[in-house]
């Protein structure tokens, strides 16, 4: 299984998702301003991923401290956890695993430091694992979905790279497969990074999984032609009502699959979904440097002078979603996450 994030002797280790496909490269972090900055720069991204990271994150800078009391390392804890938490705005999950980190410290004050430190390795090793096993469940729970011979349509990356492992809407593809149910993958490139091209497809190849890479905008064009059976996306956040943030060109997709009649379901853990948010309309969305758009592959597109917008994500309404999959099984509207 391709794994991401793991913890090696001492350091954390990623996969430099920049660099793939041409190149696969892994990094070792020992300290949490690394980690902020690997989480800012995409080495590693997936809203499932990042959380993991972050957690991990929070374990280097309790080893890192030097402070001799309880109070000392939970002052050094809390600067970690407001660096990491400013790296990405959009993605919850980021916010859910460092609030689970700071909990457990804070319920094991009375250890000795070096007992709690071990203890938050153990908290984050935790959160890892739980996280493979929910991506396992909910393909599970997805592939019960996808018709015999099916052709499914994804965007941006939310396979294996995206999570501790396994992945999501990645996970529900690579568990049909394992059924032999899926005929071909259509991989959205996803501009403006890549993400479909360079780590959908990727993973694709690494499974043996049968796709075919298309430009975004040739999405409608395959789902006229009767071509696409579902469309599967993970996300970075749900809202209280199902309205669901992911990667940008999301929501033409559930717009393009409502007209066409086409499924459109949401894999993501319940560690995405966001309670305290009634709706869409309030969920944060990153806007990332103008350079992704006016440049490709190191040349200049468009002149330097073009004013530029640039949204990570965008919001599908939950009225578009026909169910979201979670490792607790399938949420059909109206979304009630409360059990």
């Not at 690494?206 to 996300?235: C, F, N, Q, W, Y």
């Amino acid at each position: 299984m391709i794994s991401p994030v793991r913890w090696e002797g001492d350091r954390l280790v990623l996969i430099d998702q920049t660099r793939l496909p041409s190149l696969e490269v892994e990094r070792g972090y020992t300290s949490w301003p690394e980690v902020a900055e690997a989480i800012r720069s995409l080495v590693v991204r997936g809203a499932p991923a990042i959380g993991v990271t972050a957690a991990f994150g929070i374990v280097l800078a309790a080893r890192q401290s030097r402070a001799t009391t309880f109070d000392g390392l939970l002052a050094d804890v809390e600067a970690a956890i407001k660096g990491l938490a400013a790296t990405r705005p959009t993605a919850v999950n980021l916010f859910w695993a460092l609030e689970r980190m700071r909990r457990c410290c804070l319920d094991h004050r009375t250890l000795p430091l070096d007992a709690l430190k071990a203890r938050l390795l153990q908290e984050a090793q935790a959160v890892l694992d739980e996280d493979v096993a929910a991506n396992r469940a909910m393909g599970a729970h997805g592939a019960a979905l996808v018709p015999h011979r099916a052709r499914i349509l994804t965007h941006c990356n939310a396979g294996a790279l995206a999570t501790a492992g396994y992945g999501t809407a990645g996970g529900v593809i690579r568990a049909a497969h394992a059924q032999g149910k899926v005929a071909l993958v259509w991989v959205d490139e996803t501009r403006p990074v890549l993400q479909g091209a360079r780590l959908t497809a990727w993973e694709c190849v690494k499974e043996g999984i049968p796709h075919r890479v298309i430009s975004d905008v040739a999405a409608a064009s395959v789902m006229a032609r009767g071509e696409v059976d579902l469309v599967v996306t993970g996300a970075d956040r749900i809202a209280a009502n199902g309205d669901t943030a992911n990667k940008i060109g999301t929501y033409a997709l559930a717009v393009l699959a409502r007209h066409h009649g086409i499924p459109f379901y949401v894999a993501a853990p319940f560690s995405t979904i966001d309670p305290a948010l009634p709706s869409g309309d309030l969920i944060p969305i990153e806007e990332r440097d103008p350079s992704e758009v006016r440049g490709f592959a190191g040349r200049q597109t468009a002149p330097a002078a073009s004013p530029v917008f640039n949204p990570a994500f965008d919001v599908t309404p939950a009225a578009l979603i026909t169910a979201i999959i979670t490792e607790r099984g399938v949420c059909r509207p109206p979304y009630d996450f409360s059990r």
